[in-house]
């Protein structure tokens, strides 16, 4: 997306004044945080990337994170509302405003409300990853996401699509993109980074350590393995504590240290761990299938939908399977789930449905 602008810079778009550039549609992605290593953040990152090859212009704005205009207040834990002059400013010249989840989970309730004001009216694709109802803790606040005439909604899953329509909301799902053709990462250097033997089993867990990806399952998938335990992923959400005393307790080796990169998470490891109780999407089980490592999914809701596309996983409470395909060496599977995630979740796939979003709504290139 734009490297040209400062992060504060609330002027058109480099290259001309309007909405465009040289006739080109600028789009603005928004959200609490962009750039990092959150699922929302990846999951824009690649509709970004969609967006470009499609002959948009894309600028980033968010609270938080390497953006090209950051905007104080709509960060997770800002102390104050955004202005809504500096957020009507941060969008005036986009075309089509995408709020990655910023209107979905009450994060920042003020944030969200100053963002549906500013955009009331305006062309805007509201893209739902979490909303409040999938969450307990969330279960109370019932005014998300908003909703106006000029907007469009679009779900990370089906199960969220019939959830917004028993709440009078049409939306259109259409699942993350991801990038299928890779390079593959540096195993031996990673593993070499890690302190890990070339015979040593290691289970990754490319997660945020949060209670509901269930650290504790991973753990358990791990020491019945024998295998070493590979934590990828920062603490949130006042998780820190707990996760020490788990840790400690463990009966396999722990490792908690963030790859060089994402390729060298999967290229190091010898198979994924993924025990989540509840995932809008579940992006790791997807990666793990493009860079050909087997994956041991949990049975959360949305799970049921991935595997409908053809996915074959492994089940943590039958690990015997996963110990005959480690043993064996055999790559039927692994080829199988490349194709799969080639066939249907696909950048190229994926761009394809968010072209045709675009077009119904009137923005061209």
């Known amino acids: 997306m734009s490297a040209e602008r400062a992060p504060d810079a609330a002027g058109p778009p480099a290259g001309g004044a309007g909405g465009s550039v040289a006739g080109v549609p600028t789009v ?17 990152t690649h509709w970004g990337a969609i967006l470009e090859r499609l002959g948009h212009n894309v600028v980033t704005v968010a609270g938080e994170g390497p953006v090209d205009r950051r905007v104080a207040g709509l960060e997770i834990n800002a102390s104050q509302p955004p202005d809504p002059g500096e957020v009507s400013a941060a969008l005036a010249y986009a075309d089509l405003v995408i709020v990655e989840n910023l209107c979905t989970i009450p994060l920042n309730l003020p944030a969200a409300r100053v963002l549906a004001g500013v955009l009331a009216g305006r062309p805007a694709v509201l893209h739902h990853h979490d909303p409040s109802w999938q969450r307990e803790r969330f279960a109370h606040i019932t005014e998300l996401p908003p909703d106006d005439g000029a907007w469009r909604h679009v779900t990370i899953n089906r199960l969220t699509e019939a959830d917004m329509a028993e709440r009078g909301i049409s939306a259109t799902t259409i699942y993350n993109p991801f990038e299928t053709d890779v390079r593959p990462g540096d195993r031996a250097g990673t593993r070499r980074l890690l302190d890990v033997d070339g015979n040593e089993l290691l289970i990754a867990h490319p997660v945020r350590a949060i209670p509901r990806k269930d650290i504790p399952r991973a753990l358990q998938v791990c020491e019945d393995l024998g295998a070493t335990y590979w934590l990828t992923g920062p603490t949130e959400e006042g998780y820190e504590s707990a996760l020490r005393r788990m840790l400690s307790g463990a009966r396999c080796r722990v490792l908690r240290y963030p790859a060089p990169s994402v390729a060298d998470i999967y290229a190091a490891a010898d198979a994924v761990v993924f025990t989540s109780r509840w995932e809008g999407f579940g992006n790791p089980p997807v990666e793990a299938a493009v860079h050909g490592r087997p994956a041991v999914v949990s049975h959360y809701p949305v799970a049921q939908e991935l595997l409908a596309l053809g996915f074959r996983w492994f ?14 060496g055999d790559n039927e599977l692994l080829t199988h789930n490349r194709r799969i995630a080639a066939e249907h979740l ?16 009137g923005i061209g290139t």
Do not use: K, T
């Open 28 to 44: 603005a992605i928004v959200s609490f945080r962009l750039g990092l290593a959150d699922g929302v953040s990846v999951v824009a």
């Open 315 to 328: 089940d943590p409470d039958d690990l015997d399977p996963l110990r005959a395909h480690l043993a064996s």
């Open 346 to 361: 696909s950048m190229e796939v994926i761009g394809n449905q968010i072209a045709d979003l675009l077009a119904h709504m």
